[in-house]
């Protein structure tokens, strides 16, 4: 595949990270060092401008760069390039005093004090016009200077106001939606329930929480208006950029997991995906393997956000964090792989929060590459410098691509109407969890999946699994027969194809939309599990290559009008003897249908099937080893990660590795943490 840069100016990945030299005006000799520490540390990048607003415009209209200039060029010329904040993280206290709206309100509809950051109101007209002013100052003074890579907005997007001007805004962006036809919405969000019926668009307030929370189409579209107004937020600073001039690409700091909008939506409007990585090394609760894999799942999601370029690493914390209730420090090696994870898996940065530790306030615990002894022989420093020396020696790697063809389906609205409905158990739902099962099994495979959306494009993929696809978007029954009639392996599981895209229920048998033909089923109850109900399913005809007997866990479904062929049956309860997994021949391809959460290792014998009828090649990884693979025009990039306590060693290798300048034919041994990238 052809190489993409993200900035063709920089040779090789991009290291480096948050700095605030702000914090150190006064100490001119603090930032002389910096300097010189950086480059020792390979570092060639520096996030700036992140929270600077009061350094900017310390009073209204009083802005100036003057501290900033300097050190930016003082960077350049010591080959640092700087990506370059929009400072609306977090207010200057004279801008609330001022214009009190840009303060966000609670979800009883109270104002805020002011303080703290990301809590500013996004629909604030106010707000919008001081962002307006310190952007174009912003853009104006920089844009186009030699050292300026590209533009980060704000930071973190996330939250929801619930002010009078965001009920409005609301209320309008429904009125769009609903082609301002108060019948329409009504029979969208089923409102004669319990007399809920509106009369107007005016009406209508956001789920407050002493309030109209409880149905569940305004709580979905409230979660979809809430998308469209941080994007429209992150639009209109762009929007300034531009219009100042700035030409660089620009980017936003995604956060894993996300919940609060639906990041497919919103990547449409940026130039390059950035998300902020912060594993919880060494916990107490899972192996540092399995932790590490839950990392992988939110590199392919955003990887696949934008899957014609590399994606930013854009933080990561230098040996520790100091929010999360245990703060532990990575041990030796940790670093390293964290870092060279994110790159195996398409990232073509590695950059930290922070360069500095802050000297007080509430991140001056927080871990950073140059530490409170301002020394290089710190372990996290030299841990740093070392990985440096390894990102310059594989700067090949810059601009490669991910080329996969499986693909678990993973949407946003079906997340929140999971979590909101009624129904299963309100413990056990899980849908995040599911997903990530399932991905894990294809990385023990050696096969990395990407992660899409129902309105993605599919035409690479030759598997997709999608698990509890709940709500079925407009057309996606007829784009999932479409699928597996021109030869792809589809899965889905219990739960799917209940409603429709305003949670409406799907009339005339489950899964909706025609999917019933495609799985050659039908599903007509899901029972709920409580922890110690023992049910199990039993696995026919797979004798030696599937367990005799699986183990069910918190949701069985009973399945009617089966005319797939049937792979197990329930053993046990008042399901015994009817199926519990199908297979449907469905034109070229198949449609699989598992109806009972089980554990996922427990169906590797399907995964294994599925990859068969495909033809794509696969073979079991070591435990705690992970694989991914990144492709140039004429050479193929595979990165192993021994992310287990122990060493592992991996057949079958054939090319040379990079880190090591090793040709290695057979078996590739790995140590605890350690990485090797094969070239072939
Ligand atoms: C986030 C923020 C940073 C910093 C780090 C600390 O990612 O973007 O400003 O607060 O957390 O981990």
């Not at 079991?620 to 694989?627: A, F, M, S």
């Not at 693979?629 to 054939?654: M, P």
Request: net charge negative.
């Amino acid at each position: 595949m052809a190489r993409n840069f993200l900035f063709p100016q920089v040779e090789g990945l991009l290291h480096g990270g948050d700095y605030n030299p702000e914090q150190w005006l006064d100490r001119p000799d603090i930032l002389e060092k910096d300097i010189k520490l950086m480059k020792e540390a390979g570092i060639n990048t520096v996030t700036m401008g992140v929270f600077s607003w009061a350094v900017h415009e310390p009073t209204e209209g009083n802005i100036s760069f003057d501290w900033l200039e300097p050190i930016m060029n003082r960077l350049y010329d010591n080959g640092i390039y700087t990506i370059l904040a929009t400072p609306t993280g977090a207010r200057p206290a004279w801008l609330d005093e001022k214009y009190p709206s840009a303060m966000r309100c609670d979800d009883m509809g109270v104002r805020n004090h002011h303080g703290v950051r990301h809590n500013h109101c996004m629909q604030s007209p106010e707000f919008r016009q001081k962002v307006q002013i310190i952007d174009t100052a912003l853009a104006k003074k920089f844009a186009n200077h030699p050292g300026l890579l590209m533009w980060h907005i704000s930071n973190e997007l996330g939250g929801y106001c619930y002010c009078d001007t965001c009920k409005k805004k609301f209320q309008e962006w429904l009125a769009d939606r609903y082609d301002h036809d108060i019948n329409k919405l009504n029979k969208a969000w089923w409102t004669t329930f319990w007399s809920h019926t509106f009369n107007s668009f005016d009406q209508i307030e956001p789920p407050y929480a002493n309030g109209e929370n409880c149905v569940l189409g305004l709580n979905l579209d409230w979660k979809r208006y809430n998308t469209w107004s941080a994007t429209d937020f992150m639009k209109f600073e762009i929007m300034t950029l531009r219009s100042a001039g700035a030409k660089e690409p620009t980017t936003t700091n995604y956060m894993e997991w996300f919940y609060d909008y639906d990041y497919r939506y919103m990547s449409q409007f940026i130039d390059v995906i950035s998300w902020d990585n912060y594993p919880e090394s060494h916990n107490n609760w899972q192996s540092d393997a399995d932790h590490m894999l839950e990392r992988s799942f939110n590199h392919a999601l955003f990887r696949s956000l934008k899957p014609d370029k590399p994606f930013m690493m854009m933080e990561s914390a230098p040996g520790v964090v100091n929010w999360r209730p245990y703060n532990k420090y990575r041990r030796p090696g940790m670093h390293k792989l964290i870092s060279m994870q994110a790159v195996a898996a398409g990232s073509d940065t590695v950059q930290y929060f922070q360069i500095r530790k802050s000297r007080g306030s509430s991140e001056q615990w927080h871990g950073a590459v140059i530490d409170h002894i301002g020394t290089n022989d710190t372990r996290i420093f030299k841990e740093v410098a070392s990985l440096g020396q390894d990102l310059k020696k594989i700067s090949e790697i810059a601009g490669t691509m991910a080329d996969n063809k499986v693909a678990i389906l993973y949407d946003w609205d079906n997340r929140w109407a999971i979590d909101d409905a009624w129904a299963l158990a309100k413990d056990t739902k899980n849908y995040d969890k599911t997903c990530l099962e399932v991905y894990k099994e294809f990385m023990s495979l050696g096969v990395e999946p990407d992660i899409v959306g129902s309105n993605d494009d599919w035409s690479k993929y030759k598997i997709i699994c999608a698990p509890m696809l709940y709500v079925l978007q407009d057309g996606i029954g007829d784009k999932i027969a479409l699928f597996v009639e021109e030869g792809g392996q589809f899965l889905s599981t219990y739960f799917t194809g209940y409603v429709n895209k305003d949670l409406l229920s799907n009339l005339g048998g489950f899964p909706g939309q025609g999917l019933d033909k495609v799985f050659g089923l039908r599903s007509e109850e899901i029972d709920t599990l409580y922890p110690e109900d023992k049910v199990t399913i039993k696995i026919i005809d797979k004798a030696g290559l599937a367990p005799h007997s699986i183990n069910v866990y918190d949701y069985q479904e009973m399945l009617r009008d089966v005319s797939a062929d049937v792979l197990a049956k329930y053993n046990d309860d008042y399901l015994a003897g009817t199926p519990a997994i199908t297979r449907n021949e469905f034109g070229k391809g198949h449609a699989y249908y598992v109806a009972c959460r089980t554990n996922q290792s427990d169906l590797e014998f399907l995964y294994r099937e599925m990859l068969d009828h495909t033809g794509i090649v696969y073979s079991k990884l070591p435990t705690g080893v992970e694989k991914h693979t990144r492709y140039s025009d004429d050479s193929a990039y595979d990165f192993y990660l021994n992310c287990g306590d122990d060493h592992a060693t991996i057949k079958k290798i054939d090319g040379e590795d990079i880190i090591s300048n090793a040709e290695i034919h057979g078996s590739l041994k790995l140590d605890k943490y350690e990485i090797a990238i094969i070239k072939h």
